[in-house]
């Protein structure tokens, strides 16, 4: 094979490795579990479907920008959370008095506090830890990608409707 074959196709191989990494789905199984019985959720392209659905009408909430919205709406009216600088605030509200999470080095903390006493979960290695604990039998759901902020908030949201079942 000629050199710029060569680099044609290595070039082409690490976009489609990329594409798969940035556009690719993310599973998210409850606790440990890697099996997909276990699949809480699942995010493609902002989209949070049901288990492991992939139809529009199991679409759960959906990201645009820094806000997430309820289903497939696009209304002002079914803004679940707006996402700024870290906080995550109650529908499309900015005030600090609607902060429900400040997301920071990892944890969830409750409204705008930073204090370790207000730590809500512990986020590593695609994990999500009850607290601020690092034991397996601690985890909550562990995801098989990564998620920007606004999907992982997204997928929090559902988490907590999940478990509140």
Request: hydrophobic share 35%.
């Amino acid at each position: 094979m000629p050199p710029m074959s060569k680099r044609f196709l290595f070039s082409f191989l690490v976009i489609i490795c990329f594409s798969a990494t940035v556009y690719g789905q993310v599973r998210v199984f409850r606790g440990t579990s890697g099996y997909s019985s276990d699949i809480i959720c699942t995010v493609d392209n902002g989209n949070i479907y049901r288990g492991t659905s992939r139809y529009s009408s199991d679409i759960i909430c959906h990201v645009a920008g820094e806000k997430i919205y309820k289903g497939t709406s696009g209304y002002s009216s079914d803004v679940l959370y707006t996402i700024s600088q870290s906080r995550v605030f109650n529908g499309t509200s900015s005030y600090s008095s609607d902060i429900i999470w400040t997301i920071r080095d990892g944890k969830i903390y409750s409204g705008t506090s930073t204090y370790s006493s207000d730590i809500l979960a512990t986020i590593r290695d695609r994990r999500v830890y009850r607290v601020s604990s690092s034991y397996s039998s601690d985890v909550l759901f562990t995801m098989d990608g990564d998620l920007s902020p606004e999907e992982f908030v997204a997928v929090w949201h559902v988490f907590s409707d999940f478990i509140s079942e």
